[in-house]
Each structure stands twice: as structure tokens, then as C-alpha cells.
């Protein structure tokens, strides 16, 4: 169970030291495509204040960020987002949220190092918008599990539609996510965390203990 965040802590500038039980450090990115809920994912999770380098849009933009679906949306990131989050076990997540513009795709690689998973936002709305994401996550070799961002507006599916659509191998977790909800976000990021445990356990993938570097 993830320890919840708390306004109070980070306002106070508690909880900012690790905790004495960390037993690892893992880097896991949210990616996802432009407007798809990372920002919002890690703002429901982070114990401490997240970190946000956001620019608001402006009309030059209009023509290279692609709005539909997402019209009410006014900010981007334009570097990462980091936030962190502590669960059982003393393993402790560092979260950096990826830009998600095809003009942003020069920072993946220095994003990405040292990662050791992706958590891969979809927003089933706009399904196409996600292939480019998830060819970065799969050309790296990052285990991932794909999370489907809930909007009111958005088309029922079943799973083996879904997974069809995003042509996903039969072992990648697929979990419904309300990225506004801290607890179906921390579910979110338990489903990736398990599926890395489970790699290692079949001794494929990065191995836990390994220095987290960015």
C-alpha cells in the first residue's frame, strides 16, 4: 500500500527525506501522448511537491499541438515532471513524467537512463496518438504497463479490443486508471511495479538495486 500524499507534509517541507525502511530506488516514467493525464497522474500520487516545468500554449503552437479532445487544456510540459512516492516493501518510486510531443522526442533518451519501467498513459479517445509513445517505450527495451486514463466522453471498448488496438504482447498489464484519483493511480503503478518484480524473478530486465541515475 503507497504511503498517501499530504498537502500539509509538503507545504511544511515534511516527508522530504526518504523514508529509514527504503530498501530501493526505482526511476519509472509516465509517457503518454500531449494531454493524456501525466502531470495529473503524478500531482495524485507524489508524497512530496511535485516538480512541473509547464508553459502555457499559445496560438504558435497550434499548428504543432494537435488540440482535439483536449480543448480545455492551456499548459504543457516542456522538460519533465517528478514526483515520488513510497510504497510496501521499502521501494521507493522516482516518477518523471515525459514530455508528450513528437518536438520533445530529443529528450527521451536523457529522460529515460537509468529507468528501469514506463507506466504508459492512453487516452481511448484518441488511441492513434499513443503509437509513437509506445514505439519509444518498446525500441528502449523498458518493460511497461499501459494505463487507460478514464474521460467521461470516452467509448466503451472491451480489453481484447483495446489490447488489439495497441497491438499489446499478451504479458503487458492493461489496467483502467483515473488519473485524478490517488488510488487508482498508486493501482496503476503497482501494476507496473509487479510486472517489473515478475521479469526479475524470470531474470529478464534490469535488476532491482541497480544505481537510479537521470
Do not use: E, I
Given at each position: 500500500m503507497a504511503s498517501a500524499p499530504s498537502s500539509n507534509d509538503t507545504d511544511c517541507g515534511v516527508g522530504l527525506h526518504l523514508p529509514d525502511t527504503t530498501r530501493e530506488l526505482v526511476k519509472i516514467l509516465v509517457a503518454g501522448p500531449f494531454g493524456v493525464g501525466k502531470t495529473t497522474l503524478i500531482d495524485s500520487v507524489s508524497e512530496i511537491r511535485p516538480l512541473h516545468t509547464e508553459e502555457h500554449l499559445t496560438e504558435a503552437s497550434v499548428s504543432v499541438d494537435d488540440l482535439a479532445g483536449v480543448r480545455d487544456k492551456t499548459t504543457t510540459t516542456v522538460a519533465i515532471d517528478?514526483?515520488?512516492i513510497s510504497l510496501d516493501a521499502g521501494i521507493v518510486l522516482y516518477l518523471f513524467g515525459t514530455p508528450g510531443q513528437e518536438r520533445f522526442r530529443s529528450l527521451?533518451?536523457?529522460i529515460a537512463h537509468g529507468a528501469l519501467g514506463a507506466?504508459?498513459?492512453?487516452d481511448t479517445r484518441r488511441i492513434d496518438d499513443s503509437f509513437d509513445v509506445l514505439g519509444l517505450v518498446e525500441e528502449s527495451g523498458l518493460p511497461y504497463a499501459v494505463a487507460l486514463n478514464t474521460f467521461p466522453d470516452a467509448?466503451?471498448?472491451?480489453a481484447d479490443q483495446l489490447r488489439g488496438s495497441l497491438d499489446l504482447e499478451p504479458g503487458t498489464p492493461m489496467v483502467v486508471c483515473d488519473a485524478r484519483d490517488t488510488n487508482s493511480s498508486v493501482d496503476a503503478l503497482l501494476s507496473l511495479v509487479q510486472h517489473l518484480i515478475a521479469g526479475h524473478a524470470e531474470g529478464a530486465g534490469p535488476q532491482y538495486g541497480d544505481p537510479v541515475t537521470w
Open positions: 517528478f514526483g515520488r527521451w533518451a536523457d507506466l504508459v498513459l492512453v467509448r466503451s471498448y472491451t
